[in-house]
């Protein structure tokens, strides 16, 4: 069975840092792309940020760019997310999730809170 | 960017009966070597995480029940529910990966009538 665990989420002030992990589990996690997805309050889904199965390639949306940095280590099935220069409008609830076709599994999300 | 676009915005419908949603996106999202659309719709419910429904525009994901149903191609995409059951009761969204940056819609808030 095919899990994704988050942590790493809490509350922080704007400006601050945060690394989210993701941990997976019940597929060989070094064949697949993974993403990470978030949903800010009261809004719809919107994609951060995606990582090719070997690390090699990144992609990132352009409100995170420069900011956060997707990394995986394989060895320990573990997915990355370091947010930096934190604002309020990246308070959300941040899902990792494999990708198949698209996103076919996702974590139950780590709930990061930007404020002073 | 591909911009896709919902609607309606919610829908109310009775139980038993069909419920169906649209979306569209700003450009095509059909890859004309394999002919498949890259449109997939995700079903989101209050304190859990989305799911995946459909993916390449009409193909059910594995434990999906099949009152669940997409179609559509190009830039015009539908998903329908045949027969509505108390647990439809989502969000439902539709989503481009295409080309990143992958982009989904607003959502669609289904409600029983």
């Known amino acids: 069975e095919v899990q994704l665990v988050e942590s790493g989420g809490g509350l922080v002030q704007p400006g601050g840092s945060l690394r989210l992990s993701c941990e997976a589990s019940g597929f060989t996690f070094s064949t697949y792309a993974m993403s990470w997805v978030r949903r800010a309050p009261g809004k719809g889904l919107e994609w951060v940020s995606e990582?090719?199965?070997?690390?090699?390639?990144?992609y990132s949306s352009d409100s995170v760019k420069g900011r956060f940095t997707i990394s995986r280590d394989n060895s320990e099935n573990t997915l990355y997310l370091q947010m930096n220069s934190l604002r309020a409008e990246d308070t959300a609830v941040y899902y990792c999730?494999?990708?198949?076709?698209?996103?076919?599994?996702w974590g139950q999300g780590t709930l990061v809170t930007v404020s002073s | 960017d591909i911009v896709m676009t919902q609607s309606p915005d919610s829908l109310a419908v009775s139980l038993g009966e069909r419920a169906t949603f649209n979306c569209k996106s700003s450009?095509?999202?059909?890859?004309?070597?394999?002919?498949?659309?890259?449109l997939a719709w995700f079903q989101q419910k209050p304190g859990q995480p989305p799911k995946l429904l459909i993916y390449?525009?009409?193909t059910r994901e594995s434990g999906v029940p099949d009152r669940f149903s997409g179609s559509g191609s190009g830039t015009d995409f539908t998903l329908t529910i045949s027969s509505l059951q108390a647990e439809d009761v989502a969000v439902y969204y539709c989503?481009?990966?295409?080309?990143?940056?992958?982009?989904f819609g607003q959502g669609t808030k289904l409600e029983i009538k």
């Open positions: 390449w525009a009409s």
């Open positions: 989503q481009q990966y295409y080309t990143t940056p992958y982009t």
């Open positions: 999730a494999k990708v198949g076709a698209t996103f076919d599994y």
């Open positions: 990582i090719s199965a070997s690390g090699g390639s990144t």
């Open positions: 450009q095509s999202v059909l890859y004309r070597s394999t002919n498949k659309n890259s």
